[in-house]
C-alpha cells in the first residue's frame, strides 16, 4: 500500500534503452524501467487503500495499450523480508517517557535497494480538511495525507543497518504518527513513487517536542483531555457494531464475521501488548456501513469474553476499522492509518503515558455478548453427504453442478461441482465427491475453490490466484483467508463465512450463515429456519419428508438443484471441464450411484472398516470406505464429519445476562457473566454491603439478587434498586452512650417515592 515495490510486468520484454510508462488506476502516472535483460518493471505508487490495482503501461508514452493488476496490501500484513525492521519497537514507541532512552537502532535488507548509498527519511501521517488545510486531531475530514518530514541521514553506506540517538523536532513534533522510508541516495527528498523500503507505522515519539520528554505524564494528560472533547463532538459509531461473540470457542468458529487480531493471537504465543492478560483477540471482518467502524473482541485463559469495566486488556471497539474500508483513500476508512490516528494514539495518551484509562474506556466501552447470535451451519464431506442448516443428514451422489445455497432476496449463490470417484487403478465407481464450490454475492467478485491434486486452487473471477506471499486477500465484496493450500475462507459482506477444507484428497465445505437468512435459503443444504422437516424442498417447490425419502427420491430431490448454463460461476479452463460440464448438461442423467452398499462379513475391508467406522458418523465412514475402497478415504470423511459437530458445539448459543459492576468502594470477585457464573461482591473496611453479596446469572438472561452498594454508616446515599424502581434515602445516624461509650444506628429511615 505503500509503493516503492518494483513490480515486473510479465510476458513483456523491451529494448533495455527503451521507455516505459506506468498508470494506476487510471490515473496515477509513475516512470517505469527496463533492466539489461530487457524485463519492464513498474514502481507501485503510494496509495491509501488495499485490494487489487489495475496497471496499464506504455511504451511510446501515449498508447497505454497493455493491462494487468496487483495486489496492495495493508501495511500490517505486508511481508517482513521488504520492510525497514525497527530493532525493539517498544523504545521506538515509548521514547522520551521515564527510562526509555539510548540508541534507537533500524535495520533493512541491503540488497533490495540497488545502491552503495541511501538516504533514510521520516514520513509523517495527518488527516485534515483540504480546502482549510486545519488539521483534524481526531474528526472527520476529507483528507488523508503521508508526506515527506525530514531525513535523518543521507548519502549512508547501505550496510542494512542505522543507529541514532533522536533529538526533540519542535518543528515537526505535531506530526504524531508516521514511517521510516530508505531509498537509494540518488533520488531527492521525499521523491515520491520510486523504490523505496518503508517501515511500519509507529508512534512518533522519539521525534516529540522537549515538552514531552520533560514531563511525558502532563503532556499526554492534556493530549487526552483534548482527545476527550473532541470524541464527545463525533457521531455515535457503536449503534452499528455487531456484539462480541460470548466465548473464544464461538469467536473463532464464526468465520464469516470475525477474523483473528494479529496483535493478540493464540496461534503466535498470545503476545497481546495492548491486551494484558488476554490469550486471543478477533475483529469484525466488515467495517460498519456508515462510519467504518469495527468491533474488537478478546478473551481470557478461559476463553471468556473480557470487558475494558474489569481489566485494561478487555475488549475495545474501533472508531476507524484497523484494515480500512471501501471506498478507502479518505478518513475514517484509510488502512491501518485512521486506526491509528483515531484510537490507538488515544490508547497511549490516555493509558500508556497517563493514568486516564477511565476517559479512553467511556469512548471505547467494551460490547458485551447478550445480543449476539451465532451462524448456523451446513457442510458437505464425502462422497458425498450433507449436513442442512437445521440439522439433517442425508446422502446424495449426483454427478454435475449444484445449489448448495440459493437466497434470490440476499443474492447470495454458493454452487458445488461434483465429479465421479476414480480409484487408484483408474476405476471409475458408482459414487461421486466434491471437485469445486464457487461463490458469489450480489455484485461481489466470483470466488472459486477447486481441487488440484491434493491442493486448493482459488480463482478470482476465473482466473488463478497466488497466496505465496499473502494469506489474506481484499478483494471486491469479499474477503479470501488462505492459511495453508489445503484450507480456504471467503468472507462476503453480509457476514457469510465458506470454509473449504482439504484432507487425504476429500473435499468439505462448510457454509456459515448469519440468522438474517433464516427463511431465506433453498438449495442442498435446505431451509434455514430451525425445522429439519422441510430441508428437501425441490427447485419446484415440492418437499420429500425425511422421515419417509427414500433414496431415490432424495437423488431425485438432489437433481433439481442443478443449476443452468447461464447461472454457472464455475470456470471451465480446460478439456476436461469442457467435455464433462461445458458441453454437456449441469447434471449427468446417465449416471446413477449406487445408493446401498452391503456390508459383506468376508470383504477383506470389513475387519479394519468397523475400528475406524463407529460413533456418530460412522454410516457416511462405512458407505464411503465400501464406495473407494479405501479406509483412507472414509477416515478423512469421519474426521470431516467430528469437525463439523466440533463446529456446531462451539457455536452453541450462550445465554449472557450482562456486566455488572464492582461496587465503589467494594470488591468484586469473578469476571464471567454468562449462565450459570456467580458473582460475590464485598466491602472495604468501614463500609456495609447492601444490597446482594451473591448474585448468579439465570437461564432466561437476567441476574439473581439486587445490585450492592458499600456504604459508610456515617454518610447519606441516594441509591437505585435494579428490582424494585425504588429511590431510597439512607440516612444513619450515630451516637455515643455517656456512660459506655458504644456506638450504635439511632434511627434508620426509609422513604418511597412513587415513579413519577
Not at 514507541?93 to 539510548?102: A, F, K, V
Not at 486471543?280 to 471468556?304: E, F, K, L, M, N
Not at 452453541?652 to 445476562?657: A, D, H, I, R, T
Not at 452512650?737 to 458504644?742: E, Y
Request: proline share 5%.
Amino acid at each position: 500500500m505503500l509503493g516503492g515495490r518494483a513490480l515486473r510486468i510479465l510476458g513483456l520484454v523491451l529494448h533495455p534503452a527503451g521507455r516505459l510508462l506506468c498508470r494506476f488506476k487510471g490515473k496515477i502516472e509513475t516512470e517505469g524501467f527496463i533492466d539489461a535483460q530487457g524485463h519492464a518493471y513498474c514502481v507501485s505508487p503510494l496509495l491509501y487503500e488495499t485490494g487489487w490495482i489495475l496497471i496499464n503501461v506504455s511504451v511510446d508514452g501515449i498508447n497505454f495499450d497493455r493491462s494487468g493488476e496487483y495486489f496492495s496490501v495493508h501495511p500490517s500484513k505486508a511481508d517482513p523480508a521488504f520492510e525497514v525492521i525497527l530493532v525493539n519497537s517498544t523504545q521506538w514507541h515509548h521514547y522520551g517517557t521515564p527510562d526509555i532512552t539510548g540508541q534507537l537502532r533500524l535495520t533493512w535488507n541491503s540488497s533490495l535497494i540497488g545502491a552503495e548509498k541511501v538516504n533514510i527519511e521520516l514520513w509523517g501521517y495527518r488527516e485534515f480538511n483540504s480546502s482549510t488545510g486545519e488539521e483534524i486531531n481526531g474528526s472527520y475530514s476529507v483528507r488523508a495525507e503521508l508526506s515527506y518530514l525530514y531525513s535523518l541521514g543521507r548519502h549512508l553506506p547501505n550496510t542494512g543497518s542505522f543507529s541514532i540517538i533522536p533529538v526533540p523536532s519542535e518543528d515537526y513534533s505535531r506530526w504524531e504518527l508516521g514511517n521510516i522510508r530508505i531509498t537509494a541516495s540518488s533520488n531527492s527528498d521525499g521523491s515520491r513513487d520510486v523504490q523505496a523500503l518503508w517501515s511500519d507505522i509507529h508512534v512518533l515519539a522519539w521525534h516529540f517536542e522537549q515538552t514531552f520528554r520533560n514531563d511525558s505524564a502532563a503532556w499526554a494528560t492534556k493530549k487526552c483531555l483534548q482527545w476527550n472533547i473532541t470524541e464527545k463532538k463525533l457521531p455515535n459509531f457503536l449503534n452499528e457494531l455487531i456484539d462480541c461473540p460470548c466465548t473464544l470457542a464461538q469467536a473463532r468458529a464464526d468465520s464469516g464475521r470475525f477474523h483473528t487480531d494479529y496483535g493478540c493471537d493464540i496461534e503466535k504465543g498470545s503476545v497481546c501488548t495492548y491486551h494484558p492478560a488476554s490469550v486471543h483477540c478477533v475483529r469484525s471482518i466488515q467495517a460498519s456501513p456508515t462510519h467504518g467502524s469495527g468491533q474488537q473482541c478478546c478473551y481470557d485463559s478461559a476463553g471468556a469474553l473480557m470487558l475494558t469495566g474489569d481489566s485494561i486488556g478487555g475488549s475495545t471497539p474501533d472508531r476507524a476499522h484497523d484494515w480500512g474500508s471501501p471506498p478507502y483513500r479518505e478518513p475514517p476508512w484509510v488502512p491501518g492509518y485512521s486506526h491509528w490516528l483515531y484510537d490507538v494514539m488515544s490508547f497511549f495518551y490516555c493509558c500508556l503515558w497517563s493514568d486516564h484509562c477511565h476517559i479512553y474506556f467511556s469512548h471505547r466501552p467494551s460490547s458485551d455478548c447478550r445480543k449476539y447470535q451465532p451462524p448456523r451451519a451446513g457442510v458437505v464431506l464425502g462422497d458425498p453427504h450433507f449436513i442442512t442448516f437445521d440439522g439433517l443428514n442425508y446422502t446424495f451422489n449426483g454427478k454435475g453442478e449444484y445449489w448448495l445455497v440459493f437466497s434470490p432476496d440476499a443474492e447470495l449463490s454458493v454452487q458445488a461441482r461434483t465429479e465421479q470417484v476414480k480409484l487408484e487403478n483408474g476405476t471409475l465407481v458408482k459414487a461421486t465427491q466434491l471437485s469445486s464450490v464457487a461463490m458469489k454475492e450480489k455484485s461481489s467478485d466470483v470466488i472459486e475453490v477447486r481441487l488440484a491434486q491434493g491442493h486448493l486452487e482459488v480463482l478470482r473471477n476465473q482466473k488463478l490466484l497466488s497466496f505465496m506471499e499473502q494469506r489474506w486477500m481484499d478483494l471486491h465484496g469479499v474477503f479470501v483467508f488462505a492459511p495453508s493450500p489445503q484450507d480456504v475462507t471467503a468472507m462476503f459482506l453480509s457476514g457469510v463465512g465458506v470454509e473449504v477444507h482439504v484432507h487425504e484428497g476429500a473435499m468439505a465445505v462448510t457454509v456459515l450463515l448469519p440468522a438474517e437468512f433464516t427463511n431465506h435459503t433453498r438449495g442442498l443444504l435446505g431451509l434455514m429456519n430451525a425445522d429439519p422437516s422441510d430441508d428437501l424442498l425441490t427447485q419446484a417447490g415440492e418437499v420429500f419428508s425425511p422421515a419417509s425419502a427414500t433414496p431415490k427420491e432424495i437423488f431425485a430431490f438432489g437433481t433439481s438443484w442443478n443449476i443452468s448454463e447461464n447461472s454457472s460461476h464455475f470456470t471451465y479452463d480446460s478439456k476436461y471441464l469442457l467435455d464433462t460440464y461445458s458441453f454437456r448438461p449441469n447434471h449427468d442423467a446417465a449416471f446413477v450411484p449406487a445408493f446401498f452398499l452391503p456390508e459383506i462379513p468376508d470383504d477383506p475391508l470389513m475387519e479394519d472398516m468397523l475400528k475406524i467406522c463407529f460413533g456418530e458418523g460412522a454410516q457416511f465412514c462405512k458407505y464411503d470406505t465400501l464406495t473407494t475402497r479405501s479406509l483412507t478415504v472414509g477416515n478423512a470423511t469421519l474426521r470431516a464429519y467430528r469437525n463439523h459437530q466440533a463446529l456446531m458445539a462451539s457455536l452453541e448459543p450462550v445465554v449472557s445476562c450482562g456486566w455488572l459492576p464492582t461496587p465503589r468502594n467494594g470488591r468484586k470477585n469473578g469476571t464471567h457473566y454468562v449462565k450459570g457464573n456467580t458473582l460475590n461482591f464485598s466491602c472495604n473496611d468501614g463500609y456495609k454491603l447492601y444490597g446482594t453479596a451473591q448474585r448468579t446469572c439465570l437461564d432466561d438472561g437476567t441476574w439473581t439478587g439486587e445490585q450492592p452498594y458499600c456504604i459508610t454508616e456515617n454518610k447519606p446515599l441516594l441509591f437505585f434498586s435494579y428490582n424494585k424502581i425504588v429511590t431510597t434515602l439512607l440516612t444513619v445516624f450515630k451516637y455515643k452512650h455517656k456512660k459506655n461509650h458504644r456506638q450504635g444506628i439511632n434511627h434508620f429511615h426509609a422513604i418511597n417515592h412513587k415513579k413519577s
